[in-house]
């Protein structure tokens, strides 16, 4: 996923040199991809705000039954150990970075 963020990133700086002069990328074309990334930002933000919660998630949080506590790498893996399922506690915490789910000491309510 981030190799390809990088490569979209480097496709649009490289499709911005290529449409102008290198004078030009020099003085001010090396903005462009900035203003892009700013109203990209803008519209993922406005989209995120237009966004309700699932049903689920709102029934949950006005229970007040959100974790205070949530499962760390370890205590995952001892729970599918538990099932029959063996994995090494850095492989939970590998799919945890590739889905972007914090570790757990970021993830604590306080």
Same mark, same amino acid.
């Given at each position: 996923?981030?190799?390809?963020?990088?490569?979209?990133?480097?496709? /649009? =700086?490289?499709?911005?040199?290529q449409s102008?002069?290198? *004078?030009?990328?020099?003085?001010?074309?090396?903005? +462009?991809?900035?203003? %892009?990334? #700013?109203?990209?930002? &803008?519209? &993922?933000?406005? #989209?995120?705000?237009?966004? $309700?919660?699932?049903? @689920?998630?709102? $029934? #949950? $949080?006005?229970?007040?039954?959100?974790?205070t506590k949530? +499962?760390?790498? *370890?205590? +995952?893996? !001892?729970?599918?150990?538990?099932?029959? =399922?063996? @994995?090494?506690?850095?492989?939970?915490? $590998?799919? !945890?970075?590739? %889905?972007?789910? %914090?570790? /757990?000491? +970021?993830?604590k309510s306080?």
């Amino acid at each position: 996923m981030k190799d390809m963020r990088s490569l979209s990133l480097l496709a /649009v =700086i490289v499709a911005t040199q290529q449409s102008m002069s290198p *004078a030009a990328f020099q003085a001010w074309g090396w903005r +462009l991809p900035f203003l %892009l990334s #700013i109203v990209l930002v &803008s519209i &993922s933000l406005c #989209i995120r705000l237009k966004m $309700k919660e699932s049903p @689920i998630f709102a $029934k #949950i $949080k006005a229970a007040g039954m959100s974790s205070t506590k949530p +499962l760390t790498d *370890a205590d +995952l893996t !001892r729970k599918l150990a538990a099932q029959g =399922i063996e @994995i090494a506690r850095r492989t939970v915490a $590998k799919y !945890r970075e590739q %889905l972007n789910i %914090l570790p /757990v000491h +970021l993830r604590k309510s306080s």
